[in-house]
Nanobody
Framework: QLRLVESGGGAVQPGGSLTLSCVAS????????VGWFRQAPGQVREGVSS????????EYVDSVKGRFTISKDVAKNTVYLQMSNLAPEDTATYYC???????????????????WGQGTQVTVSS
């Protein structure tokens, strides 16, 4: 079974940066579409970004375009989410998720994902 572990969260001031990591074990992420999601207290889980199995296709929710970058390192079996110019509204628990996807599709809807990590907290506050 694929296992995902997130890390890299923390507390930063507005305008700061963080890089989240999602390390997989059990199977190669080269066969999986991987997504990053976030959920703030009392809010629904939101798809933030997604990357295809081969890493060539990426997708972002409009609110993070130009600020977040998703990437995949198959050799390290890790997907990253580089976040810059962070704002208080980015505060949430961030989750990575994966789904076995033979084509180069990406998904921002949680329903497509079968495997989830436990999450890492990101807090943006002055």
């Amino acid at each position: 079974q694929l296992r995902l572990v997130e890390s890299g969260g923390g507390a930063v001031q507005p305008g700061g940066s963080l890089t989240l990591s999602c390390v997989a074990s059990g199977y190669s992420l080269g066969d999986y579409c991987v997504g990053w999601f976030r959920q703030a207290p009392g809010q629904v889980r939101e798809g933030v970004s997604s990357i295809s199995r081969n890493g060539r296709v990426t997708e972002y929710v409009d609110s993070v375009k130009g600020r977040f970058t998703i990437s995949k390192d198959v050799a390290k079996n890790t997907v990253y989410l580089q976040m810059s110019n962070l704002a208080p509204e980015d505060t949430a628990t961030y989750y990575c998720a994966a789904t076995l996807e033979p084509d180069s599709r990406t998904f921002l809807a949680a329903k497509y994902y079968n495997y989830w990590g436990q999450g890492t907290q990101v807090t943006v506050s002055s």
